[in-house]
């Protein structure tokens, strides 16, 4: 019997290992797994042109490095050229990123970091590495890596209880569409996540599916932090591309509105206490009949002080599940 035991303890945790690995291997890629979105996406600036999907032209994610991790890590970048199979063409390829890494006081503390427009000192903190990619067949869908960085080279934040990281992917010139992905690593050739370690920003720009079958629903995941009272999503240029739903622990599908062509609209939203220290799931499904393709869009969210929130790839407590309230009603 106690082998028997043992045979069964040993089954079961190879099945967590099998169930568990490959959610944890892709944890800190950016998208994460959670969220079911192809790319990123950041445009060139030439003529000023939102209506393909990006109001700014840039885009800054934030790395948070867990406190006592000391070792090298690297930032990684898939597809980080303009050019090729993944990227969106705009007549000829002519456009050019800079992707730009920063560390150090105020990086994420600063005001204009915390922002969603590419304004004032969003490039605070202190130059780690930079690079500017045009069309290069040599890294088209491949990795790119910068580093090694040190994680005291980061900006502390106690609240996070890490050191803080951003990048930033400006589009310097041209019209064509980047379409790429990052992954946080311990390593330079493959991803290797670091334990503990999320990524966040304040305004997502993202490609959806070209695919509107129910397996493509895309989320991301506004966390909804103390003394929140309501918050105000704005979305832009979503085509009226098919169904916003917000799912909560006590949000079962609250339906919001969606932006068209080259529009941004908005709508607020009172937060329950339950919700609180906890993430929301924004679900979006793709219209269905004839299909809306290459469809970009702009996601932010803010509360009601005007302060923007963030969106982990990661979602802060979890994928959130409606939890339904089951009320005893005593028999007469």
């Given at each position: 019997m106690k082998t028997m035991r043992v045979t069964r303890n040993i089954l079961?945790?190879?099945?967590?290992?099998?169930?568990?690995?490959?959610?944890?291997?892709?944890?800190?890629?950016?998208?994460?797994?959670?969220?079911?979105?192809?790319?990123?996406?950041?445009?060139?600036?030439?003529?000023?042109?939102?209506?393909?999907?990006d109001d700014d032209f840039s885009q800054t994610f934030f790395f948070t490095i867990p406190k006592d991790f000391?070792?090298?890590?690297?930032?990684?970048?898939?597809?980080?050229?303009?050019?090729?199979?993944?990227?969106?063409?705009?007549?000829?390829?002519?456009?050019r990123m800079v992707y730009s890494v920063y560390g150090g006081k105020g990086c994420y503390t600063h005001t204009d970091a915390k922002g969603i427009s590419p304004s004032g000192n969003y490039k605070?903190?202190?130059?780690?590495?930079?690079?500017?990619?045009?069309?290069?067949?040599?890294?088209?869908?491949?990795?790119?890596?910068?580093?090694?960085?040190?994680?005291?080279?980061?900006?502390?934040?106690?609240?996070?209880?890490?050191?803080?990281?951003?990048?930033?992917?400006?589009?310097?010139?041209?019209?064509?569409?980047?379409?790429y992905r990052y992954a946080l690593s311990r390593r330079p050739d493959a991803n290797v996540p670091i334990e503990g370690a999320n990524a966040f920003t304040y305004e997502y720009t993202f490609r959806m599916w070209n695919n509107n079958d129910t397996s493509f629903v895309s989320h991301i995941y506004p966390y909804i932090d103390s003394g929140c009272v309501y918050i105000k999503q704005r979305n832009f240029d979503w085509d009226n591309d098919g169904n916003f739903i917000?799912?909560?622990?006590?949000?079962?599908?609250?339906?919001?509105?969606?932006?068209?062509?080259?529009?941004?609209?908005?709508d607020r939203m009172p937060i329950l206490d339950a919700e609180i220290g906890?993430?929301?799931?924004?679900?979006?499904?793709?219209?269905?009949?004839?299909l809306v393709k290459n469809n970009n869009v702009v996601?932010?969210?803010?509360?009601?002080?005007?302060?923007?929130?963030q969106f982990f790839s990661a979602p802060i407590g979890g994928v959130p599940v409606y939890k339904p309230r089951i009320k005893v009603i005593p028999k007469k």
């Open positions: 079961s945790l190879i099945l967590t290992l099998i169930t568990v690995t490959p959610s944890l291997v892709q944890a800190q890629e950016v998208p994460g797994p959670d969220e079911n979105i192809p790319f990123l996406i950041t445009f060139g600036p030439a003529g000023g042109v939102t209506s393909w999907g000391k070792d090298p890590f690297y930032i990684r970048i898939y597809d980080a050229d303009i050019g090729g199979k993944t990227d969106e063409l705009n007549n000829f390829w002519n456009t605070s903190g202190t130059l780690l590495a930079t690079r500017a990619f045009g069309m290069d067949s040599k890294l088209d869908e491949r990795w790119f890596t910068f580093g090694p960085f040190n994680p005291a080279d980061g900006e502390y934040y106690p609240k996070f209880s890490s050191n803080v990281f951003k990048i930033i992917c400006d589009g310097v010139s041209g019209d064509d569409g980047n379409l917000v799912v909560s622990v006590e949000r079962k599908g609250q339906v919001l509105p969606l932006s068209g062509e080259d529009h941004w609209v908005e906890k993430s929301l799931d924004f679900r979006f499904y793709k219209r269905k009949g004839d996601m932010t969210v803010e509360n009601q002080y005007g302060e923007n929130l």
